[in-house]
């Protein structure tokens, strides 16, 4: 039987899609998220597509550093060789600016637990394994708009860069995951435009950039293209638009 697949923050809308998709093709899984009920659900739905064997971890929460080091416990017991690190909220900009324990959360969730998890995680993983983030094309350049999440997600990117450095002479993949928009709960509030993918199609594209051999994917492949213009444009003229 083949390694299991672990999947960290497995409740996310991507993070299920791509579930599925490993799945069908019979492998074992190891979901952990905050919400065990939730989890429960998607394990029984993925023994239903074809997967060998599915485990529910110990609920975790990435605001809180002590839960980690149980969860991971339990999942490096069954050796997975591949992972995907897919939780994170996508905070109120304002409501950060104003409230310091609402930009510290949102800190502490999308930047220093995913730093916790692979800090562990990069002593265990065995050579031919794939640890894949899920970052965001907002780490890419600061924008008023989302420029917290986006300042977590860009030190989540240069960290993964580093770690990509360190790992690849031990033979591990270190994935970084770029998607742009895509329609989740977590974007419910914001108004859909035509560069929005489906949870579907992005999970789908997730699970064969962990198949494929390249470090940085962009969800879908046309962000790499749309975030070199945005990066082009020079300071003095960026600081002056209302992005």
């Given at each position: 039987m083949s390694s299991p697949v672990l999947i960290i923050g497995a409740s996310s809308a991507m993070a299920e899609h791509c579930a599925r998709a490993f799945a069908e093709e019979g492998r074992s899984l190891l979901l952990a998220g905050r919400d065990s009920t939730k989890l429960e659900s998607i394990a029984s739905d993925l023994r239903l597509r074809g997967a060998a064997r599915v485990q529910v971890?110990?609920?975790?929460?990435?605001?809180?550093?002590?839960?980690?080091?149980?969860?991971?416990?339990?999942?490096?017991?069954?050796?997975?060789?591949?992972?995907?690190?897919?939780?994170?909220?996508?905070?109120?900009?304002?409501a950060c600016e104003q409230d310091s324990e609402a930009f510290l959360r949102s800190l502490d969730?999308?930047?220093?637990?995913?730093?916790?998890?692979?800090?562990?995680?990069?002593?265990?993983?065995?050579?031919?394994?794939?640890?894949?983030?899920?970052?965001?094309?907002?780490?890419?350049?600061?924008?008023?708009?989302?420029?917290?999440?986006?300042?977590?997600?860009?030190?989540?990117?240069?960290?993964?860069?580093?770690?990509?450095?360190?790992?690849?002479?031990?033979g591990i993949r270190v994935l970084s995951l770029l998607p742009g928009f895509v329609d989740t709960p977590m974007t419910a509030d914001i108004t859909k435009g035509p560069l929005f993918i489906s949870a579907e199609?992005?999970?789908?594209?997730?699970?064969?950039?962990?198949?494929?051999?390249?470090?940085?994917?962009?969800?879908?492949?046309?962000?790499?293209?749309?975030?070199?213009?945005?990066?082009?444009?020079?300071?003095?003229l960026f600081k002056r638009l209302s992005l």
């Open positions: 971890l110990p609920p975790f929460d990435g605001a809180d550093a002590e839960s980690i080091p149980p969860m991971l416990e339990t999942a490096l017991k069954e050796q997975p060789r591949d992972v995907l690190i897919a939780h994170g909220i996508l905070p109120d900009n304002e969730i999308n930047f220093r637990s995913v730093l916790q998890i692979c800090q562990i995680l990069q002593h265990q993983l065995p050579a031919g394994g794939c640890l894949a983030v899920i970052s965001s094309v907002a780490g890419l350049r600061g924008r008023q708009s989302n420029y917290v999440y986006g300042a977590a997600k860009g030190g989540l990117l240069t960290y993964l860069q580093g770690l990509r450095n360190r790992l690849q002479p031990q199609k992005a999970g789908s594209l997730i699970h064969r950039a962990m198949k494929g051999t390249r470090d940085v994917v962009y969800i879908p492949f046309f962000w790499r293209y749309i975030l070199w213009v945005i990066r082009c444009i020079p300071e003095a």
